[in-house]
């Protein structure tokens, strides 16, 4: 879940290269996580401290892609401040308390608080699925709440599993890189195949014209 802020018309989605630049920018952090662990993982002298030192190239990649993204386009996503707190918080934790359990749970927790975020604006009738996307495409309010849902329950999904493979797969027992690499595997995959099947009923209902009604606006770095 992220948003593009650069300037677009409210109903016109964005382009290839603008999404293919989002994409790096919200999966490049965790990608660089995943390597760096590995390399160092597999390196005897840096073994031990692989979990830590992955951890702590994880929230200066995060840091890097805010800053690059206030540089170039003015703005940063909503969503990437989010991700960037919560990456330094957590990961703050895991190499203070020297504790990788800490990093596994931030996963559940940043899925668990996006399902949350999404329930709660629903229940207040300000939906926070289509003031994240409404600059992209104009759909009705029965069909951004649909999505809302289907994202919501997505999330408690996908926050599920990350527990199961937190249970089975940790640095106590020794397996914290099957985890990892497992995660990623499973997680993205879901992700990109999700918004797939989501993607017929956003295009079914885009509307090319606006209509004039007032609405709230997205949240602005």
């Given at each position: 879940?992220?948003?593009?802020?650069?300037?677009?018309?409210?109903?016109?989605?964005?382009?290839?290269?603008?999404?293919?630049?989002?994409?790096?920018?919200?999966?490049?952090?965790?990608?660089?996580?995943?390597?760096?662990?590995?390399?160092?993982?597999?390196?005897?002298?840096?073994?031990?401290?692989?979990?830590?030192?992955?951890?702590?190239?994880?929230?200066?990649?995060?840091?890097?892609?805010?800053?690059?993204?206030?540089?170039?386009?003015?703005?940063?996503?909503?969503?990437?401040?989010?991700?960037?707190?919560?990456?330094?918080?957590?990961?703050?934790?895991?190499?203070?308390?020297?504790?990788?359990?800490?990093?596994?749970?931030?996963?559940?927790?940043?899925?668990?608080f996006y399902a949350a975020a999404i329930l709660f604006s629903l229940a207040i009738k300000q939906n926070v699925w289509k003031?994240?996307?409404?600059?992209?495409?104009?759909?009705?309010?029965?069909?951004?709440?649909?999505?809302?849902?289907?994202?919501?329950?997505?999330?408690?999904?996908?926050?599920?599993?990350?527990?199961?493979?937190?249970?089975?797969?940790?640095?106590?027992?020794?397996?914290?890189?099957?985890?990892?690499?497992?995660?990623?595997?499973?997680?993205?995959?879901?992700?990109?195949?999700?918004?797939?099947?989501?993607?017929?009923?956003?295009?079914?209902?885009?509307?090319?014209?606006?209509?004039?009604?007032?609405?709230?606006?997205?949240?602005?770095?």
């Amino acid at each position: 879940m992220s948003e593009d802020l650069t300037a677009h018309d409210a109903t016109t989605p964005r382009s290839a290269s603008n999404g293919a630049s989002q994409l790096w920018i919200d999966l490049g952090p965790i990608l660089v996580f995943v390597v760096t662990y590995n390399v160092l993982f597999r390196i005897a002298a840096t073994k031990d401290e692989a979990i830590y030192i992955a951890t702590g190239v994880f929230i200066v990649s995060v840091l890097a892609a805010i800053g690059w993204c206030k540089l170039k386009r003015g703005k940063v996503p909503p969503i990437l401040i989010v991700t960037g707190v919560l990456v330094t918080a957590f990961g703050g934790l895991t190499i203070i308390f020297h504790d990788p359990s800490i990093i596994q749970i931030k996963f559940t927790f940043t899925f668990l608080f996006y399902a949350a975020a999404i329930l709660f604006s629903l229940a207040i009738k300000q939906n926070v699925w289509k003031l994240f996307f409404k600059h992209l495409f104009n759909l009705p309010d029965r069909i951004w709440n649909v999505l809302a849902v289907r994202w919501a329950v997505f999330y408690l999904v996908v926050a599920a599993l990350n527990e199961v493979l937190r249970y089975n797969f940790n640095e106590a027992n020794g397996n914290f890189d099957t985890w990892l690499n497992l995660r990623t595997v499973l997680t993205y995959p879901a992700f990109i195949a999700f918004a797939a099947i989501n993607t017929p009923i956003v295009l079914k209902h885009h509307r090319e014209e606006a209509e004039p009604a007032a609405e709230p606006t997205a949240p602005t770095a």
